[in-house]
């Protein structure tokens, strides 16, 4: 991924990001496809753990290492995002907590992330435009879904259907961005566009 921040020799390791946005990307689009009532629920629950998850989560690992603080944040963030929801929903399956709190449990959920997504969506303007869009589209697809686990009535199953067709949306990009970062690692040059930052420091003068 671009713009990251590093101090001294390029390290010897490959980027993590395309791992990272592929693991994020693939979840997103089985959790969604449930959401918008294509998929079975439990398709999502092996990515959520092995690959969305702990691929993810070491990601950004392995971002910490390059010295971007960004990616670093953000994968290890949505990695132990994917580990604890595929955790509860385990823990829910095999009867250690309550059914009746699923609803209002994955609205709180879904809200605290949206919290995180924001700044970062925010500070994703630095990055370029491809990974701005897949912050933009995971918020729209966060808030739809926590309003629409909070409301549990027919308009609640309405916006979570809504959130599952904007959470496909958001696995495109995330793939679409994970396939440029790929062929550019690969070719050593920009080959997919992704756009350029957003936002810029303006040099001082004097």
Same mark, same amino acid.
């Given at each position: ?15 993590p990001?395309?791992? @990272? ?19 079975? *629920? ?46 509860y ?14 609803? *209002?449990?994955? @609205? ?8 995180? *997504? ?9 990055? *370029?435009?491809?990974?701005? @869009? ?7 697809t ?6 629409g ?20 949306l ?5 793939f ?8 550019s ?5 920009a080959v997919l ?12 003068? @004097?």
């Open positions: 991924m671009a713009q990251e921040m590093r101090a001294g020799a390029a390290p010897a390791i490959a980027d990001a395309p791992l @990272g946005l592929a693991g994020f990307a693939l979840t997103t689009l089985l959790l969604s496809a449930h959401n918008a009532g294509w998929a079975p *629920n439990f398709i999502w629950v092996g990515t959520a753990l092995f690959y969305g998850g702990l691929a993810q989560f070491l990601a950004g690992m392995w971002s910490f290492r390059r010295g971007n603080v960004f990616t670093a944040t953000a994968f290890s963030t949505y990695g132990a995002f994917w580990l604890s929801l595929a955790t929903f385990l823990l829910v399956v095999f009867g250690k907590a309550p059914e009746a709190d699923v609803f *209002n449990a994955l @609205g709180w959920f879904l809200l605290a992330f949206a919290i995180f *997504n924001t700044y970062m969506m925010f500070w994703s303007l630095r990055i *370029n435009t491809a990974v701005f @869009g897949v912050f933009l589209t995971l918020e729209i966060e808030i739809l879904l926590f309003i686990n909070f409301n549990g009535s027919k308009a609640g199953e309405g916006l979570v259907l809504v959130g599952g067709l904007v959470g496909v958001t696995a495109g990009v995330a679409y961005t994970s396939a440029a970062d790929v062929i690692g690969m070719a050593g040059r566009p992704v756009g350029k930052p957003m936002w810029t420091e303006s040099r001082r003068r @004097g």
